[in-house]
Protein backbone atom coordinates (compact mmCIF):
# COMPACT_ATOMS: atom_id res chain seq x y z
CA UNK A 1 0.00 0.00 0.00
CA UNK A 2 1.05 3.75 -0.30
CA UNK A 3 0.52 6.80 1.35
CA UNK A 4 0.57 10.07 0.64
CA UNK A 5 1.06 13.24 2.63
CA UNK A 6 -0.04 16.29 1.10
CA UNK A 7 1.37 20.07 2.52
CA UNK A 8 1.79 23.54 1.47
CA UNK A 9 -1.56 24.42 0.85
CA UNK A 10 -3.08 28.24 1.93
CA UNK A 11 -4.49 31.57 1.08
CA UNK A 12 -2.11 34.02 -1.16
CA UNK A 13 -3.04 36.95 -3.01
CA UNK A 14 -3.07 36.93 -6.71
CA UNK A 15 0.35 37.63 -8.00
CA UNK A 16 1.75 35.47 -5.20
CA UNK A 17 3.11 32.02 -4.75
CA UNK A 18 2.87 28.86 -3.07
CA UNK A 19 4.71 25.74 -3.15
CA UNK A 20 3.24 22.20 -2.53
CA UNK A 21 4.41 19.42 -1.14
CA UNK A 22 3.53 15.35 -1.40
CA UNK A 23 5.73 12.82 0.61
CA UNK A 24 4.48 9.23 -0.24
CA UNK A 25 5.31 5.94 1.67
CA UNK A 26 5.03 2.47 1.54
CA UNK A 27 5.40 0.27 -1.52
CA UNK A 28 7.84 2.50 -3.23
CA UNK A 29 8.63 0.42 -6.02
CA UNK A 30 5.33 1.29 -7.51
CA UNK A 31 6.06 4.54 -7.97
CA UNK A 32 7.13 6.03 -11.71
CA UNK A 33 4.61 8.88 -12.31
CA UNK A 34 4.11 11.58 -9.83
CA UNK A 35 1.33 14.41 -10.48
CA UNK A 36 -1.36 17.30 -9.62
CA UNK A 37 -4.22 17.12 -9.86
CA UNK A 38 -7.33 20.14 -8.79
CA UNK A 39 -10.73 20.48 -8.64
CA UNK A 40 -12.61 23.86 -8.53
CA UNK A 41 -15.93 23.71 -7.16
CA UNK A 42 -18.65 23.00 -9.34
CA UNK A 43 -15.50 21.81 -12.27
CA UNK A 44 -14.27 18.19 -13.00
CA UNK A 45 -11.04 17.50 -11.36
CA UNK A 46 -7.86 18.25 -14.11
CA UNK A 47 -4.48 17.33 -14.49
CA UNK A 48 -2.10 19.93 -13.95
CA UNK A 49 1.21 18.64 -13.81
CA UNK A 50 2.97 15.03 -14.03
CA UNK A 51 6.60 13.93 -13.57
CA UNK A 52 7.94 10.75 -14.22
CA UNK A 53 10.95 8.87 -12.69
CA UNK A 54 13.38 9.98 -15.42
CA UNK A 55 12.36 13.46 -14.68
CA UNK A 56 10.09 14.15 -17.97
CA UNK A 57 7.33 16.54 -17.36
CA UNK A 58 3.59 17.66 -18.38
CA UNK A 59 1.79 20.48 -17.54
CA UNK A 60 -1.74 21.64 -18.37
CA UNK A 61 -1.84 24.86 -20.68
CA UNK A 62 -3.57 26.74 -17.99
CA UNK A 63 -0.52 26.26 -15.84
CA UNK A 64 2.94 26.55 -18.43
CA UNK A 65 5.31 29.16 -17.69
CA UNK A 66 3.94 29.61 -14.14
CA UNK A 67 3.90 26.49 -12.19
CA UNK A 68 7.10 24.02 -12.41
CA UNK A 69 6.72 20.26 -11.06
CA UNK A 70 10.05 18.80 -9.51
CA UNK A 71 10.44 15.79 -7.59
CA UNK A 72 12.83 14.15 -4.99
CA UNK A 73 13.46 10.10 -5.34
CA UNK A 74 15.81 10.12 -2.47
CA UNK A 75 12.74 11.92 -0.68
CA UNK A 76 9.56 9.95 -1.73
CA UNK A 77 8.64 13.58 -2.56
CA UNK A 78 6.84 15.75 -5.46
CA UNK A 79 6.55 19.55 -5.21
CA UNK A 80 4.57 22.11 -7.35
CA UNK A 81 6.15 25.56 -7.12
CA UNK A 82 3.32 27.67 -7.84
CA UNK A 83 4.07 31.08 -8.90
CA UNK A 84 1.91 33.64 -10.63
CA UNK A 85 -1.07 32.71 -8.70
CA UNK A 86 -4.32 33.49 -10.00
CA UNK A 87 -7.94 33.55 -8.23
CA UNK A 88 -9.24 30.88 -11.26
CA UNK A 89 -6.25 28.86 -9.59
CA UNK A 90 -8.41 28.29 -6.25
CA UNK A 91 -9.32 24.59 -5.83
CA UNK A 92 -7.97 21.69 -3.59
CA UNK A 93 -5.23 20.25 -5.16
CA UNK A 94 -4.68 16.70 -4.83
CA UNK A 95 -1.07 14.66 -5.20
CA UNK A 96 -1.01 11.28 -7.38
CA UNK A 97 1.38 8.77 -8.02
CA UNK A 98 1.31 5.40 -9.75
CA UNK A 99 3.71 3.08 -11.68
CA UNK A 100 1.89 3.70 -15.19
CA UNK A 101 -1.18 5.61 -14.43
CA UNK A 102 -2.33 7.37 -11.18
CA UNK A 103 -3.34 4.66 -8.74
CA UNK A 104 -2.86 6.63 -5.57
CA UNK A 105 -3.96 9.55 -3.96
CA UNK A 106 -3.77 12.11 -1.55
CA UNK A 107 -6.43 13.64 0.96
CA UNK A 108 -5.91 17.12 -0.50
CA UNK A 109 -5.23 20.37 0.19
CA UNK A 110 -6.95 23.60 0.01
CA UNK A 111 -5.48 26.51 -2.37
CA UNK A 112 -7.19 29.49 -2.59
CA UNK A 113 -6.41 33.08 -4.82
CA UNK A 114 -7.74 35.94 -3.07
CA UNK A 115 -7.27 39.55 -2.42
Not at 68 to 88: C, W
Not at 92 to 112: E, H, M, N, P
Request: charged share 15%; glycine share 14%.
Amino acid sequence: QVQLVESGGGLVQPGGSLRLSCVHSGSIFRINVMGWYRQAPGKQRELVAGITRGGSTNYADSVKGRFTISRDNAKNTVYLQMNSLKPEDTAVYYCAVGLIKYDYWGQGTQVTVSS
